[in-house]
């Protein structure tokens, strides 16, 4: 009789596949045995003891490339590598376990992607008049306002918050904003860009400004990201901002 089983065998009793034994052999974690007079490798006990081992390490997440030396580990080594691997695992843990809740977040919405302080902004739009459509407007420019624009992001909302205070600033951004569903070539367009940028000259510090992107060498690019982002939505804003943007630098009110 032949000692051992061949790797098929060896395969069912330790519980993996035929290619995963190969791919161990591959990686040095479990020797080749020799062949039999046949030709083909045998499997026995000690093989098959360490088939399980490396089994059982790697189904626990241990990478493979530490399995060899903890099993070759002395007693109290082999202990302190199971701890390091236990510690390594509790992260990856944690770290699923906050990726579970940032989906459950945005299973209900995506206000996942801004800080409570600017979904408290979003909040408040519907209060002051603000349509479904535009606070959705607003969400999407807020969250590319904090991925473009992180370090300055604070500062933002800040000129917002002052802004919304201005009763006749809100509806100012109204106008603006329905303004935008208007054709390009609307001549309403002129009259209210002359209005709004009347009311950015009396009072500059509500003209909110995306200072963070100054010191940004594809500050420009980002700016252009921003500025125009809702265009294709919105015909009538792309000639009203540029006739806006146009009139305040006219009167000398620094523009981005």
Known sequence: MTDGVTISQAAAFAGVTVKTIRHYHKNGLVEEPARDHSGYRRYGSPELLRLVQVRTLAGAGVPLAEIGPILDADPEGFAAALVDVEENLTGKIDELIARRE?????????RVLLPARACALLDRMPGLGFGPDDVKTAHEGLVLVRALMPEGFDEYLTQIEHSLEDPRHVAMIKLTWSAGKWDRDDPRIEELAEEVA???IADPSL???LGGLR????GDARHDLLTHHGEDDRPGWTRLTALIEQKLRAAGVDVP
Do not use: I, S
């Open 198 to 200: 009347n009311h950015f």
């Open 215 to 218: 010191t940004r060498e594809d």
């Open 207 to 209: 003209l909110p400004t």
């Open 102 to 110: 940032t989906l459950r977040q945005l299973a209900t919405g995506d």
